[in-house]
Nanobody, 115 residues
Framework: QVQLVESGGAWVQPGESLRLSCAVSGISVSADAMGWYRQAPGKQRELVARLTIGGDSNYADSVKGRATISRDNAKNTVYLQMNRLIPEDTAVYYC?????????WGQGTQVTVSS
């Protein structure tokens, strides 16, 4: 069974950085595309970053230049490095994968950016 467990969320001040982690079990992180999404209060869930099997990445315009998605095959973990955080980054961040067309989500990790 595929399981995704996010961690690393925190309350931070604007301008600071965070690294979110998604520990994956039941599937190799190198065997399928992995994504990070976020959902702010009252808003729809949106794609933040996506990493393909081949290692290509794409980002939402709102985080381009500030976010980096990566994976550690040995640890079977996907990361999202977020720099120069702004209040608009406040949201619950979710890890996602869709092996064989079946969608899996983690429980989410809260990121709050506020002074």
């Amino acid at each position: 069974q595929v399981q995704l467990v996010e961690s690393g969320g925190a309350w931070v001040q604007p301008g600071e950085s965070l690294r979110l982690s998604c520990a994956v079990s039941g599937i190799s992180v190198s065997a399928d595309a992995m994504g990070w999404y976020r959902q702010a209060p009252g808003k729809q869930r949106e794609l933040v970053a996506r990493l393909t099997i081949g290692g290509d990445s794409n980002y939402a315009d709102s985080v381009k230049g500030r976010a980096t998605i990566s994976r550690d095959n040995a640890k079977n973990t996907v990361y999202l490095q977020m720099n120069r955080l702004i209040p608009e980054d406040t949201a619950v961040y979710y890890c996602n994968t869709r092996p064989y067309g079946i969608e899996y989500w983690g429980q989410g990790t809260q990121v709050t950016v506020s002074s």
